[in-house]
C-alpha cells in the first residue's frame, strides 16, 4: 500500500490561493472570472477570454465527476494541480493589469503591454484545464 502513495514524496508543495480569489463563491477558478468581468476596465475581449476560462472550468468539473471509471486520487490530483498553476498564472497577470491601470492614471491606452500579457495567461490557463480533460 505505502508504494501506491511514493508519488506523493517528490511533489513540490502548491502555493495557496490567494485570499482574493475566495470570495464570492467557493470556486478560485469563478471568482477570477468574476473579478475580471465585474471590473469595468476589461474590455469585450478579455471578458470573453474570463468567460471561456470559466466554462472550461467548469466543463472541467462535470467532466472529472462524470468520468468513468471514476477518477484515481492520483489522477484527480495532477488535474486539479495544473488548474490551479493555471488559475495563479492568470490572477498574477490579472493583479499586475489592474496595478498598472491603477498606476497609469486609469488610462487604459497606456497598460496595452499588461493587457496583452493578461489575454495570453487566460488562454493558457484556458489551455491547461482543455489539456486536463484528455485522457
Known amino acids: 500500500m505505502a508504494g501506491n502513495w511514493e508519488w506523493l514524496r517528490g511533489l513540490q508543495p502548491s502555493s495557496e490561493v490567494p485570499e482574493q480569489l475566495c470570495t464570492p463563491t467557493a470556486s478560485p477558478e469563478l471568482n477570477l472570472g468574476v473579478q475580471v468581468i465585474g471590473s469595468n476596465i476589461a474590455g469585450n475581449d478579455v471578458v470573453e477570454l474570463a468567460a471561456q476560462y470559466m466554462v472550461e472550468h467548469a466543463r472541467l468539473e462535470v467532466w472529472m465527476g462524470s468520468h468513468e471509471p471514476p477518477l484515481g486520487f492520483r489522477q484527480q490530483f495532477e488535474r486539479g494541480r495544473a488548474s490551479s498553476e493555471a488559475l495563479l498564472v492568470a490572477y498574477e497577470a490579472w493583479v499586475a493589469f ?26 493558457r490557463a484556458t489551455d491547461a484545464l482543455v489539456r486536463a480533460r484528455v485522457e
Open 98 to 123: 489592474e496595478t498598472a491601470y491603477q498606476a497609469s492614471g486609469k488610462k487604459v491606452d497606456q497598460v496595452r503591454d499588461e493587457r496583452e500579457k493578461l489575454k495570453a495567461a487566460l488562454r
